[in-house]
């Protein structure tokens, strides 16, 4: 299948603008609705947000903070390993396997940039779905022994596609066009760099990732309580980044 980017987002649009209705709003009164963010976020707020639109993170995330005033980073929000500090050093990769748990980082600054709540809510729960990914308590399954850039890549697509189904689904009441269109555009990003680099250096992979990224179930509903391996650092020391 080859990516149709527009059709999808015109489509997608659609939809979101046929439901109307907003359901009830989630998390703290800083991050309701399609408003923009003006009021400062905190790990509070952010915390008691992500309870309300995801109450078992707790399986997969140990806390959320904000980055260290010296490490600057263009994200607005990153999984990293508990304690870490730099999103985009080694020693930062997130832990991956049964029973995982990680820390979400946050650069207030950049989710506060014309935002609304909604996508603040968006975000959160694009970091829940690495955590998730990385728990192995999703259908998507790892990449496997791939280049770096090609499981990044992979775990990206993956991560803003479940937010597009969930976009869809209502679960980010308020979310904006544009905000939708934003995710619409990182998925398409990551999804065509992923589809280049798998055939030109390992074309036979290809139909077997693009698969899994099809999949409109991308988390599981069964539970998952936490188990196994809970110490062994992502392959090839990645942590992830939004955007």
Same mark, same amino acid.
């Given at each position: ?66 980055? =260290?005033? #010296?490490?600057r980073?263009?994200? /607005?929000? !990153? $999984? ?5 500090? %730099?999103?985009? *050093? &080694? ?28 996508f603040?809510?968006?975000l ?58 934003? =995710?619409? #555009?990182?998925?398409r990003?990551? /999804?065509? !760099? $992923? ?5 030109? %250096?390992?074309? *036979? &992979? ?20 936490p ?17």
């Amino acid at each position: 299948m080859r990516f149709r980017g527009k059709a999808i987002r015109e489509r997608i649009c659609r939809e979101l603008a046929a439901g109307a209705a907003l359901l009830a709003v989630l998390g703290s009164p800083a991050l309701a609705g399609a408003g923009a963010v003006t009021e400062g976020i905190d790990a509070i707020d952010l915390t008691r947000a992500l309870s309300s639109l995801r109450p078992d993170y707790g399986l997969y995330i140990e806390t959320l903070r904000p980055l =260290a005033p #010296d490490v600057r980073r263009n994200i /607005y929000m !990153a $999984l990293v390993q508990p304690g870490a500090t %730099d999103p985009g *050093g &080694r020693a930062s990769a997130p832990f991956a396997g049964s029973g995982a748990r990680n820390d979400i980082v946050f650069d207030e600054r950049a989710i506060r940039g014309g935002h609304s709540g909604a996508f603040v809510l968006l975000l959160l729960d694009h970091e829940y779905f690495h955590a998730r990914h990385l728990a192995r308590t999703t259908t998507v399954p790892p990449a496997g022994r791939v280049p770096l850039e090609i499981e990044r890549r992979f775990s990206e697509a993956a991560a803003w596609g479940f937010n597009i189904a969930e976009a869809r689904a209502g679960r980010y009441p308020g979310l904006r066009l544009d905000e939708l269109r934003e =995710a619409l #555009d990182r998925y398409r990003d990551h /999804y065509l !760099a $992923l589809r280049d680099l798998v055939e030109r %250096d390992d074309p *036979g &992979r290809w139909d077997t990732l693009a698969l899994a990224l099809r999949r409109p179930d991308l988390v599981t509903t069964r539970d998952s309580a936490p188990s196994g391996d809970r110490s062994r650092p992502s392959d090839r020391g990645r942590s992830t980044g939004t955007p």
